[in-house]
């Protein structure tokens, strides 16, 4: 059986929905894979070949409607996505697996002839009129009225993901430059109220929607998804700024929130769904002092090498993205040093990918 690991004892929240710490498989640790791209119309492959103890992590879907503007991705907001996800949810736990849900808002990485085609009713908006390269729309600011709306959203999402599609627990995306990373952010963010400016300023919109989703679903089914490095989409602040917003962030949520399920941390080795090459100085170690002993997991170009050697010396869980895709039964891959399938960037997105995979070989 794979494992959730975790230095420094066992984290109470995971007491009653994860297998035991005590399992044999002690240098498995590393190898509790996490999927990315789950998705409820394309699960089968992916679910029929997971591993039992396996932690999923689904691909993110969107919160409401007005918080995309993609096309393809899930939703979390009405009874028919609901129902679809208790199917994934269901064969994931029937294979002695846990999965949790990605909550994403994209802000002004929404496609904007996409949002308008959903419902052209729709507002483009962001943290501020900070426009992405190579767009010619300019977000329209948030109100705060729709800040707290956005803040309820969240809430509504995580029910519906815990509640009654049966997920084991949410993980609130604030990475890879979508909403909630434009809010932590001064490149994306220069609001000059109480949601920015300061580093408490452009932490509060990430806080309140944490505070609102644990309080909806409890802090130990509660997660969060972050991405200092990244240059995804326009991001990356100076790095003393990096290092001042993530240390006031999670010092925050050690405090307040100190029973959280995980803090997920893409490594400066990847951006978006891609790699990179980590610059000089760059390094989430800070974040690790500070969150420990809880639980971390750590993703981002790790080979089966590097993440059996960052689990042992720092008993962090590794999480898998691309790997995964055509090796859902990675764990089993890499416990038993395996041959893994090459990925294909080709069937990443769309819908076509994941589900031809009959030609797999069986291990
Ligand atoms: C097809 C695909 C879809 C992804 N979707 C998401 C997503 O919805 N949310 C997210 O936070 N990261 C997403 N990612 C990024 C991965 O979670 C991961 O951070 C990235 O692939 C780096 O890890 P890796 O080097 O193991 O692939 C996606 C990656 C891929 C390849």
């Keep these: 059986m794979t494992r959730v690991a975790c230095t420094g004892g066992m984290n109470p929240a995971y007491s009653d ?30 679910i029929q070949r997971t591993v039992p103890g ?27 996505q609901v129902a679809a996800w208790r199917r994934v949810t269901d064969a ?64 509504t999402a995580a029910s519906n993901a815990v509640h009654r599609a049966g997920f084991d627990g949410v993980e609130f995306h604030g990475a890879n430059g979508y909403l909630v990373d434009q809010f932590l952010q001064d490149v994306s963010n220069n609001r000059t109220d109480e949601y ?88 989430n170690e800070f974040i690790r002092k500070i969150w420990a002993p809880r639980p971390i997991i750590s993703a981002g170009g790790y080979s089966r090498e590097s993440a059996l050697k960052v689990a042992e010396e720092t008993g962090q869980l590794i999480a898998f993205g691309r790997a995964y895709i055509p090796n859902p039964d990675l764990p089993l891959r890499l416990r038993k040093n395996l041959p893994l399938t090459a990925t294909d960037r080709s069937v990443f997105y769309g819908c076509k990918g994941v589900m031809n995979r009959g030609d797999l070989e069986r291990i």
Aim: glycine share 8%; charged share 20%; proline share 7%.
């Design 92 to 155: 994931v736990h029937a294979k002695g697996s846990f999965i949790f849900m990605q909550l994403w808002a994209v802000g002004r990485a929404a496609t904007v002839s996409q949002l308008k085609k959903e419902d052209p009713n729709f507002p483009y908006v962001g943290p501020s009129d900070i426009k992405l390269s190579g767009r010619s729309e300019t977000p329209r600011p948030l109100t705060v009225t729709e800040i707290k709306e956005y803040v309820q959203l969240y809430a």
């Design 54 to 80: 396996s932690l999923l992590i689904s691909e993110g879907p969107f919160i409401a409607a007005q918080a995309g503007g993609m096309p393809h991705v899930p939703g979390i907001w009405n009874d028919e």
């Design 196 to 283: 920015g400016g300061s580093v408490e300023n452009r932490c509060r919109f990430a806080l309140e929607a944490l505070e609102a989703i644990s309080k909806a679903v409890g802090q130990s089914r509660t997660a969060v998804r972050l991405s200092p490095w990244g240059e995804f989409q326009d991001m990356r602040m100076a790095d003393a700024t990096i290092f001042s917003t993530y240390t006031h962030f999670i010092t925050r949520l050690s405090e307040l929130y100190p029973n959280l399920a995980y803090v997920h941390v893409i490594e400066p080795d990847a951006q978006g769904s891609a790699g990179r090459s980590p610059r000089k100085g760059e390094s």
């Design 17 to 46: 929905s994860f297998p035991s710490y005590s399992t044999p498989y002690v240098s498995a640790k590393s190898l509790s894979a996490i999927a990315s791209c789950l998705h409820p119309s394309r699960d089968n492959a992916q």
